[in-house]
């Protein structure tokens, strides 16, 4: 590099995610950092800076320009910034306003991520962002476990709705509503003074679920089929609660022909022979279809569903209104 040409520099914008927990730095990043002529960090609170300054890395409170910023690098400086965690969006169009002006010989930028989000990272932010709402917002503040319990059922059948229509992006959206009434009661059962409990307790409970009922995954059981896996579920859930009946632990209120094919379903994998009670009513022959379609392996909620959709469908066009 001759003195008519001076080495531009290097710019390193070192980013990290809040999402994990900090001074948890890649190594090119610590490399990065220490090799660096300056450290620059425009945020006095950066979650990062106690964990860079016990390090022994030498940190300058500071929110330059982009022209100061490539002037800062004249001569092969290294100088590594520590962006805000929602970033720097000034510094970084002045920098390509000054590269596409084609006046100024600029520095070499590099963009290094320090840390990674893992997968499901993105359920912190939500757990965030309902404590907020749970302190500040009117109506959440007030709310309570009975109170909720109706939009948990409605969300839950619009989750089902948009499954059985095929609409991908209705089904990101109400698995998200449905999520948040698992994050909102959560944090209503944190206030509890007598059995708190949280978002983490709740995650925590069903991991332990999940590996103790799953022993041909996490243990040495084997099960070749779904059916196999099944029966070992329902052989765990019921020596894990103590069940008397197979038909413990069936809501009785849940849907009428749920309610049935959830009996039938327990009668049929115990190897009963309990034949569906008759009488002169029609709950005696919903009983009965919902027992003949949950044994023919059918849905009978989902397949009433179903014919219900084209009655509407026939009804409409009788409106003159056609299909919805």
């Avoid at 009488?279 to 219900?308: C, K, M, Q, S, T």
Wanted: proline share 6%; aromatic share 4%.
């Amino acid at each position: 590099m001759n003195a008519q040409n001076p080495d531009p520099g290097r710019i390193v914008l070192l980013t990290a995610s809040h999402r994990v927990a900090p001074g948890l730095l890649s190594w090119p990043a610590w490399q990065a950092l220490r090799a660096a002529d300056r450290v620059l960090c425009p945020d006095a609170g950066h979650p990062q800076l106690p964990y860079l300054r016990e390090a022994g890395v030498d940190v300058e409170l500071l929110r330059p320009s982009a022209q100061e910023l490539v002037e800062a690098c004249a001569g092969g400086r290294t100088v590594l910034v520590l962006p805000s965690g929602e970033g720097d969006a000034a510094l970084t169009d002045g920098l390509a306003r000054l590269a596409g002006s084609g006046r100024v010989s600029m520095p070499d930028l590099e963009l290094l991520p320090g840390s990674y989000d893992l997968p499901g990272a993105r359920l912190l932010d939500l757990v965030q962002v309902m404590d907020r709402i749970r302190r500040e917002c009117p109506w959440s503040s007030q709310q309570t476990h009975k109170g909720l319990a109706k939009y948990g059922i409605e969300e839950a059948y619009e989750l089902v709705e948009a499954i059985e229509d095929g609409d991908r992006e209705a089904l990101r959206e109400e698995l998200g509503d449905v999520l948040l009434q698992v994050v909102f009661h959560a944090r209503i059962a944190e206030e509890d003074a007598e059995e708190p409990f949280s978002v983490d307790d709740v995650a925590g409970t069903i991991v332990e679920k999940l590996i103790h009922r799953h022993p041909h995954v996490f243990g040495d059981a084997t099960a070749e089929t779904p059916e196999e896996v099944k029966e070992h579920w329902l052989r765990t859930k019921a020596a894990e609660k103590r069940r008397d009946s197979v038909t413990d632990g069936v809501p009785l209120g849940q849907p009428g022909l749920a309610l049935a094919a959830k009996l039938a379903g327990r009668v049929r994998t115990a190897g009963l022979d309990v034949a569906p009670p008759t009488g002169g009513g029609i709950g005696y022959e919903l009983l009965a279809l919902a027992v003949r379609a949950e044994a023919a392996g059918v849905d009978p909620e989902a397949a009433l569903r179903a014919a219900g959709r084209l009655y509407r469908d026939a009804i409409r066009e009788a409106e003159g209104l056609g299909t919805a």
